[in-house]
């Protein structure tokens, strides 16, 4: 009997995968200004990390202009920014590779100068802890945001679904919805982000109304077996967590999986909070040995993970796949290095969110040569 491992073919969805090695969605910050648009740079960013018959989610992207909430992060809500997606599409898709678009909304972790003068929006009027990143890039206090109107919500609900037709028209092969890392969804979910007292807050069923009727909606424009959802049960990144995880996310998990998604995309608690600082959590969960059990279809799981701790997270059937942020970012070739065991190139952190080419598109392949 052969071992499942990171170069085991696997049935994702609609998706045939040559191997589980997944670049998860990682900000970068790189999208034309003004516009929010994907552009050539970051096409060649994606193509250099494309495989045949790898899998990639595309970063995070705003679902309308009220979801923006950092400089430089790309939308999916005009014709503009359809097209730069199509260029990062078909340059993934030439080598071979697949590639779903991550749906985003900040919510609340958002500033007046990305949203016209506005105030960010929430399901309660609670300011997060700690700062945001303008749109000139000065770091400022989150300001209290407001409350969205329960009139509001089947709006937010459609602009989703738009976001999720523009993105079948970019080229994607699928989507992922955001309701991780603190951002609108999952401060729906959370009780110390959501203090409603409509049919969206209260009990665990109603917080988890909203991410439901998303993925219901996404799922009516792809078909449910070419979307996903990424999750962080336990995580605490920008001011998020909740205070006894598993009721809310069994519940929303095994509400999840009668809807018959494509994947469960899991943060490991461990590395909460890693885009903004090195982090390796200590005595908490895995996320993804404690909901497997509640879910049917595929398992993602993202976090601080290396060659051999994500071959054993396979072969014991914990997770389906393994995706590798950072060590994606600084290794184009990354599959193809976990297949030989060759040496890794170490990550630059001080390039993450920076501007321009550097500690973007210029990390050699294996070999030396440029990716």
Same mark, same amino acid.
């Given at each position: 009997?052969?071992?499942?491992?990171?170069?085991?073919?696997?049935?994702?969805?609609?998706?045939?995968?040559?191997?589980? =090695?997944?670049?998860?969605?990682?900000?970068?910050?790189?999208?034309?200004?003004?516009?929010?648009?994907?552009?050539? #740079?970051?096409?060649?960013?994606?193509?250099?990390? +494309? *495989?045949?018959?790898?899998?990639?989610?595309?970063?995070?992207?705003?679902?309308?202009?009220?979801?923006?909430?950092?400089?430089?992060?790309?939308?999916?809500? *005009?014709?503009?920014?359809?097209?730069?997606?199509?260029?990062?599409?078909?340059?993934?898709?030439?080598?071979?590779?697949?590639?779903?678009?991550?749906?985003?909304?900040?919510?609340?972790?958002?500033?007046?100068?990305?949203? %016209?003068?506005?105030?960010?929006?929430?399901?309660?009027?609670?300011?997060?802890?700690?700062?945001?990143?303008?749109? %000139?890039?000065?770091?400022?206090?989150?300001?209290?945001?407001?409350? #969205?109107?329960?009139?509001?919500?089947?709006?937010?609900? $459609?602009?989703?679904?738009?976001?999720?037709?523009?993105?079948?028209? +970019?080229?994607?092969?699928? =989507?992922?919805?955001?309701?991780?890392?603190?951002?609108?969804?999952?401060?729906?979910?959370?009780?110390?982000?959501?203090?409603? *007292?409509?049919?969206?807050?209260?009990?665990? $069923?109603?917080?988890?109304?909203? =991410?439901? @009727?998303?993925?219901?909606?996404? +799922? !009516?424009?792809?078909?449910?077996?070419?979307?996903?959802?990424?999750?962080?049960?336990? !995580?605490?990144?920008?001011?998020?967590? $909740?205070? @006894?995880?598993?009721? &809310?996310?069994?519940?929303?998990?095994?509400?999840?999986?009668?809807?018959? &998604?494509?994947? &469960?995309?899991?943060?490991?608690?461990?590395?909460?909070?890693?885009?903004?600082?090195?982090?390796?959590?200590?005595?908490?969960?895995?996320?993804?040995?404690? /909901?497997?059990? #509640?879910?049917?279809?595929?398992?993602?799981?993202?976090?601080?993970?290396?060659? %051999?701790?994500?071959?054993?997270?396979?072969?014991? !059937?914990?997770?389906? +796949?393994?995706?590798?942020?950072?060590? /994606?970012?600084?290794?184009?070739?990354?599959?193809?290095? &976990?297949?030989?065991?060759? @040496?890794?190139?170490?990550?630059?952190?001080?390039?993450?969110?920076?501007?321009?080419?550097?500690?973007?598109?210029?990390?050699?392949?294996?070999?030396?040569?440029?990716?």
């Amino acid at each position: 009997m052969t071992t499942t491992n990171l170069h085991t073919p696997l049935a994702l969805g609609r998706l045939s995968l040559a191997h589980r =090695v997944v670049m998860p969605p990682l900000t970068r910050m790189r999208a034309t200004p003004q516009t929010h648009a994907a552009n050539a #740079l970051m096409a060649q960013y994606y193509g250099q990390r +494309a *495989t045949p018959g790898g899998f990639i989610i595309g970063e995070a992207s705003q679902i309308a202009p009220d979801g923006r909430g950092l400089p430089c992060t790309p939308g999916i809500h *005009t014709p503009e920014q359809i097209a730069g997606w199509k260029l990062v599409t078909d340059t993934v898709h030439a080598k071979g590779g697949h590639m779903f678009l991550q749906l985003w909304h900040m919510g609340r972790l958002s500033h007046p100068s990305h949203l %016209d003068g506005a105030l960010p929006v929430a399901p309660s009027a609670i300011a997060a802890k700690g700062e945001a990143l303008t749109a %000139d890039y000065k770091r400022e206090p989150f300001l209290t945001p407001r409350a #969205l109107a329960t009139s509001e919500i089947p709006g937010l609900v $459609e602009r989703y679904a738009q976001a999720a037709r523009n993105a079948m028209e +970019a080229g994607f092969d699928g =989507v992922e919805i955001h309701a991780a890392n603190g951002y609108l969804l999952e401060q729906f979910l959370q009780s110390r982000t959501n203090q409603r *007292t409509d049919a969206y807050g209260g009990s665990i $069923e109603n917080r988890c109304r909203l =991410v439901l @009727e998303v993925a219901q909606a996404v +799922a !009516g424009v792809w078909g449910a077996d070419q979307v996903g959802i990424r999750l962080s049960p336990y !995580g605490i990144a920008n001011d998020s967590g $909740e205070e @006894e995880p598993m009721p &809310l996310y069994s519940h929303l998990i095994g509400e999840l999986d009668r809807l018959g &998604l494509a994947y &469960l995309h899991l943060i490991e608690p461990r590395a909460s909070g890693a885009g903004q600082k090195e982090v390796d959590h200590q005595n908490v969960p895995s996320a993804a040995k404690l /909901f497997r059990p #509640l879910w049917r279809t595929r398992l993602i799981a993202a976090g601080n993970f290396r060659r %051999d701790g994500a071959n054993q997270m396979l072969a014991e !059937g914990h997770a389906d +796949a393994i995706a590798f942020g950072r060590l /994606f970012i600084a290794n184009p070739d990354l599959p193809e290095r &976990l297949r030989t065991g060759v @040496e890794l190139t170490p990550y630059n952190r001080a390039t993450f969110y920076t501007k321009g080419p550097e500690g973007y598109i210029d990390y050699p392949m294996a070999d030396g040569s440029a990716a």
